[in-house]
């Protein structure tokens, strides 16, 4: 699918990997609006980025607001062509730890972003989607969820991330099913370490185990190569109903 003029929407798209699809998404035409959280990150990037980067104040968990939202970009914007879902918490907890069972609203709060908030987005963009003008393809849009290797092996704490992330690995073939009637593909991306903000007070002998967990490169992940492959995605029309993993082949040890 073309990106130049394509309307995006990137949820969490004020930091870490959705800042990197919209940097990449931006650098190739599109026009890219962030729904976050960040206030003084969304506002700052905007004025780097310019015209073509809009920012929104979303909470990805609250139905109200991402409709209105979605109806207020399609409004300014037009059709929505590609969404790309990375907001996402982590909310690390055990079942059972010294302190005692699993507080449920952590896992109550992962459920609401990580997995009610892509179904939200999901469920307000495509009616619209639906209707707009196919390409020579009869394709109309692409959406992107993103998952995490922690979807296939999770490490030891990691109950809601993990159980979240597998959702949006197996909502990916009924989804795509479903869509394709529409022209709308639909597709996952789990990516393992990458070196974002969320590693800022990691220790850089805990970033170096993780990097050695890679069989190569043995390093972790750079933002753009996930940007990378974000485009990839969005102009290979062949890319339909899978989850890709974007780790180096990293296997998380169990802690």
Known sequence: MKIADAVAVVTGGASGLGEAAARRLLELGAVVVAFDLNDT???ALKEELGERFHYEQVDVGDLT???????????AHGPIRVVVNSAAVARPAKLLSSRGPLPMDGFDLAVKVNLYGPIHVMR????????????????????????????YEGQIGQIGYSATKAALVGLTMPLFRELAQHGIRVMTVAPGAFDTPIYDQVTPALKQELADQSLFPRRM????????????????PMHNGRTIRLDAGMILRPS
């Open 65 to 75: 607001q991402v409709e209105a939202a979605v109806a207020a970009v399609e409004k």
């Open 124 to 151: 307000s963009v495509v009616p619209g989607l639906s209707t707009a003008e196919p390409n020579e393809d009869g394709e109309r849009g692409v959406i992107i969820n993103v998952a995490s290797g922690a979807a």
């Open 221 to 236: 992940g750079a933002p753009a190569e996930f940007g990378l492959l974000i485009e990839e995605i969005v102009r290979n």
């Open 41 to 43: 990150r969304g506002a």
